[in-house]
């Protein structure tokens, strides 16, 4: 292209026999120009396009990370519903006095009693914030979602830390001490029936059924442990909406994530 310029700017100098060396002075200036911006262009589209390619790194690695956030929120969610589920089934039970299935009231309480927690796979978000390569991400919506879903999470971190602690003093601590069908000190029997215990074996609930059904019953006359199991129903619903929010952001986030890939390609 150049070489093309040169040899039109010459034969319009020799044009003009006085302003020849002008001419051709003044045009060569104009070609290194010419040289100099269409060089900076073509650097600048190689730098954007190596800029985008890493973007579309980031962007699908950000995708599977959501991806599998949205799995692992739909089965908290689903935990948490069994547990308003179970509170219900245990305040009805605590209401009428009567239990007539021991290894029943024992399979809601732990049901109640689990505790579970979402943990983000955040990785690639957190690698751009401590790289300092969250502007690698160009649309701003995307931005400003991801900045969200961190700043949600760490919300409910607070507000699951504060449920954490009255689970510990209005369940397991009134728990503790009111249930236990060992009346031996037998340290090998106890260490034999801990574990299929907690896990609500049924034929070893069985074999202890007067004595969990009437420390059961002492359990739900407890207005503390009531009272835990209130603030376990009212807290998994709070969380349930909260996890709501987040599904359908993330879902809002990964349409936006797949535009972009789709809109802009390399």
């Given at each position: ?118 943990i983000p796979n ?73 574990e299929s215990w ?44 909260e996890y709501d ?22």
């Amino acid at each position: 292209m150049i070489p093309l310029f040169r040899k039109i700017r010459k034969k319009m100098a020799d044009d003009n026999k006085p302003m020849k060396y002008a001419r051709y002075a003044g045009g060569e200036i104009i070609l290194v120009v010419i040289g100099i911006l269409i060089a900076l262009q073509i650097n600048n589209w190689n730098e954007e396009r190596k800029d985008r390619m890493v973007e579309i790194k980031y962007l699908k690695n950000l995708k599977h990370d959501l991806q599998n956030d949205s799995v692992a929120l739909v089965n908290i969610r689903e935990n948490r519903i069994n547990t308003i589920k179970a509170v219900k089934s245990l305040l009805n039970i605590a209401a009428s006095k009567e239990i007539e299935s021991v290894f029943e009231v024992d399979s809601l309480y732990w049901t109640i009693g689990i505790w579970w927690e979402f943990i983000p796979n955040d990785n690639t978000f957190q690698e751009l914030i401590s790289s300092g390569k969250l502007n690698i991400i160009k649309n701003e919506k995307i931005k400003n979602y991801l900045l969200k879903l961190s700043k949600d999470n760490e919300q409910i971190v607070v507000d699951r830390n504060h449920m954490r602690r009255e689970y510990d003093q209005y369940l397991y601590d009134q728990m503790v001490p009111a249930i236990s069908f060992l009346e031996t000190k037998d340290l090998n029997q106890i260490n034999d029936m801990w574990e299929s215990w907690f896990y609500s074996n049924r034929a070893i609930i069985n074999e202890n059924q007067d004595l969990l059904s009437e420390q059961y019953r002492e359990l739900l006359s407890n207005s503390t442990f009531i009272n835990g199991l209130a603030l376990a129903g009212g807290n998994s619903q709070y969380l349930i909406s909260e996890y709501d929010q987040m599904l359908l952001d993330i879902s809002a986030l990964i349409e936006l994530i797949n535009k972009d890939l789709n809109k802009h390609k390399p």
